[in-house]
């Protein structure tokens, strides 16, 4: 099968991804009376009509069946059907294959370039599809479509993972960690994987294969607000699904605001957004406070934590959060002092909120000062 592309699969190396095995051969080809454009605060293209235009693509030639379905998939995610088309080759006009938009996309304001989006989005979009053909079995496309947004938040948060600096510990170098997966990974939400695992010893030798599960998570942005002025803080109160696995008696939380960095989204971002959704806070100002993985033994997530500076006016508890999120949450704004102490008695018993509070404990005086 012959399918015509005009967006992000006009790039070999996506393409490569998605279609799976099997060679690959593209001709240039142009599709009258259409434009490319971008989706309205999105990265990703559509066509539209428009007389005069013509939308530049590839056809990719002789596909597969297998490939055709793995395209399909894809594809379906984001509700694109697959049409016939006549479009304009070196040879005349030909017969092809297209995914086409459903109605009503909203249109951004700028023109949308392959280069441009290879620039600054391939590497996660490579990710984001070899995770799809490792679900087994896989989903249908209305299913991928609900699993795209953390599909989506994974890939970036491994295209944004850098090294820290290794002044005291080893600098790894290519080889001494390897991981193999032993089987299909799980999970509609977050995602767990088992693997063989082998590194390099601190003697120079290798650990022989090592069994290990893992639990695939994302990066989060940790704020706890702060209002300098008044020496008041937010905790953000909810029903944890941890504790409650755990046999705690009581699941409900005091944590800071939080939230998973969605795709091409900036941690400083995150924390912003959340401040307002969860707490109905504007944060002025973003003091950095430290980013690491909570737990490493077995979980990838990491979290970019921030006290944010703000005018917490409010003194009495109130309710927050998005309802559409399925969000139950109680603010509660308190002194700094009263914090510490449900810190030191106990009650706050989550790392993010333990960490922050003693973070903001030695950077405080500098902060009210500042004031």
């Known amino acids: 099968m012959d399918i015509f592309v005009y967006g992000t699969l006009k790039s070999h190396a996506l393409m490569a991804t998605v279609a799976g095995p099997g060679v690959l051969h593209s001709s240039p080809a142009i599709l009258a009376e259409y434009a490319v454009r971008p989706i309205a605060d999105n990265v990703v293209p559509f066509i539209e009509k428009q007389s005069g235009a013509t939308a530049q693509g590839l056809i990719w030639k002789d596909l597969t069946p297998e490939q055709v379905s793995r395209l399909d998939l ?209 944060i002025t100002t973003l003091e950095p406070a430290g980013q690491f993985y909570v737990s490493p033994g077995g979980s990838t997530d990491y979290f970019y934590t921030f006290v944010g500076l703000c005018d917490i006016a409010q003194s009495q508890t109130y309710l927050g959060g998005l309802p559409q999120e399925g969000e139950d949450l109680r603010l509660h704004p308190m002194s700094f002092d009263e914090a510490l102490a449900l810190a030191d008695s106990g009650e706050i018993a989550t790392g993010p909120a333990l960490f922050l509070l003693h973070w903001l404990l030695r950077h405080r005086d500098r902060l009210r000062l500042a004031r």
Not at 212 to 229: K, Q, S, T
Request: with cysteine.
């Open 74 to 282: 894809y594809e379906g995610a984001f509700d694109y059907p697959r049409q016939t088309i006549e479009v304009k080759t070196d040879n005349g006009l030909t017969s092809a294959q297209c995914y086409m938009p459903p109605d009503g996309l909203a249109v951004g304001n700028w023109e949308w370039s392959l280069d441009d989006w290879e620039a600054g989005h391939l590497a996660p979009a490579i990710l984001a599809a070899q995770e799809i053909f490792t679900l087994d079995p896989l989903p249908t496309p209305e299913k991928l479509r609900g699993m795209w947004g953390m599909i989506e938040a994974r890939a970036w948060s491994k295209h944004r993972a850098a090294a820290a600096p290794a002044t005291r510990r080893y600098l790894a170098k290519d080889g001494d960690f390897d991981a193999e997966l032993t089987g299909p990974t799980a999970g509609a939400f977050f995602r767990f994987l088992s693997a063989d695992v082998e590194h390099r010893t601190f003697d120079g030798g290798r650990s022989g294969r090592l069994v290990r599960e893992g639990f695939i998570g994302v990066d989060a942005a940790i704020v706890l607000p702060y209002d300098p002025v008044r020496d008041r803080v937010v905790l953000v109160e909810q029903a944890r699904m941890g504790p409650r696995l755990r046999h705690d008696p009581n699941p409900w939380m005091l944590e800071p605001v939080a939230g998973i960095i969605d795709a091409r989204e900036a941690p400083e971002q995150t924390a912003r957004r959340e401040a307002q959704e969860e707490a109905g806070l504007a």
